[in-house]
Structures are given as structure tokens and as C-alpha cells.
């Protein structure tokens, strides 16, 4: 079953937490936390039926707190943070420029001829021995996914919005 995740001005799927990046990190932070119901997991997919690249689509226009959009040089990419481990680790490419973003509406990424722009190329954890693309990956109800941002400017939820193509989340019950 297909899962809708999103964080749109303010409002945000169930399974959403949203958070203000933070420029003077050492370190990229978390703006959006995913973390499913009990008794769930989550698979994003790697593949959907739109566009020709590999990649889950990510649709986004991310804005700070004047409405302005947040520098082009930000960079996203998802994390997950499985259940008894002190840090998060990388389960996708890094895309370090968010252009595609910036300059496409919402519906504009959605469109078959501009998705492929949208994707991040789901991988191994960076701890796996064998790293590269996966099918898919999973966030247990006992693990937390973050899409993470590296940038300059703080971002601000009530102007900004993310939605993962729902197609390319899928909702089972945990066995």
C-alpha cells in the first residue's frame, strides 16, 4: 500500500517530524524526520514507474524564514538511523545542488520530463561491505529515516514543502 509523506507549510503526514536545519553545524542536520507506526515499516523504493532513472523522487521547494529560496549549493540526502545505534548513517546519494528544486515548481518536478531531476539514488548504508544502488530500503517502526540538509540559510517549514512520491513508498505491516 502506498504511503503519502510529506511536510507541506506547516502540516505534515503522521509519520513526520519537521526540523530547522542548522548552518554552523560541523555537520549536515536532519529537517525531516520519518519515523512509522508501530507495528509498521516503510520501503522506499529505488525504482518508480515515472522517468528513466533509478532514484526514490523527492519533490521539494525549500525556503527561509524571509520566503526566500534556501542557496542553490544546499545539499540533501536521506539518512536512517536503525534501532540501537547512536548515529545515522548515509542511505543515498548526496545531491549538493538543489537547482532542480529552486527553479521548478512543484508540479513542474512531478512532470515525467523532469522527475529524473528529482531522484536520489538509494544505497547501501555506508557501514555495508558491498556499497552501490539497492531496491529498496526499509525504516522499521523501531528505526528513524531523516531527509538531511546542509546549507547556509535555516530553513522555515511554514514557507517550505517535501513530499517522496508516494508510488515510491510502500506500507506493510511488520511480521
Not at 542536520?29 to 515515472?50: H, S, W, Y
Not at 515525467?112 to 531496491?135: F, H, S
Request: hydrophobic residues 35%; without cysteine; charged residues 25%.
Amino acid at each position: 500500500m502506498a504511503e503519502d509523506i510529506f511536510a507541506a507549510q506547516g502540516k505534515s503526514a503522521d509519520v513526520v517530524t519537521t526540523y530547522q536545519n542548522e548552518p554552523a553545524s560541523p555537520r549536515p542536520t536532519p529537517i525531516m524526520e520519518i519515523a512509522p507506526d508501530q507495528g509498521t515499516f516503510l520501503r522506499l523504493l529505488n525504482r518508480v514507474a515515472k522517468g528513466d532513472e533509478q532514484g526514490i523522487p523527492i519533490f521539494a521547494k525549500l525556503k527561509d524564514s524571509n520566503g526566500d529560496p534556501l542557496p542553490i549549493n544546499t545539499s540533501l540526502f536521506l539518512e536512517l538511523q536503525p534501532a540501537g545505534m547512536t548515529e545515522a548513517m548515509k542511505v543515498s546519494e548526496v545531491v549538493r545542488s538543489i537547482d532542480q528544486y529552486q527553479t521548478l515548481s512543484i508540479s513542474e518536478q512531478r512532470n515525467r520530463d523532469n522527475i529524473d531531476a528529482t531522484k536520489l539514488t538509494l544505497m547501501a548504508p555506508e557501514t555495508a561491505d558491498d556499497g552501490g544502488a539497492v531496491p529498496h530500503v526499509d525504516v522499521r517502526d523501531i528505526d528513524t529515516a531523516y531527509l538531511t540538509a546542509e546549507s547556509s540559510a535555516k530553513i522555515d517549514w511554514s514557507k517550505s514543502s517535501v513530499y517522496i512520491e508516494s508510488n515510491a513508498v510502500e506500507k506493510h505491516g511488520r511480521r
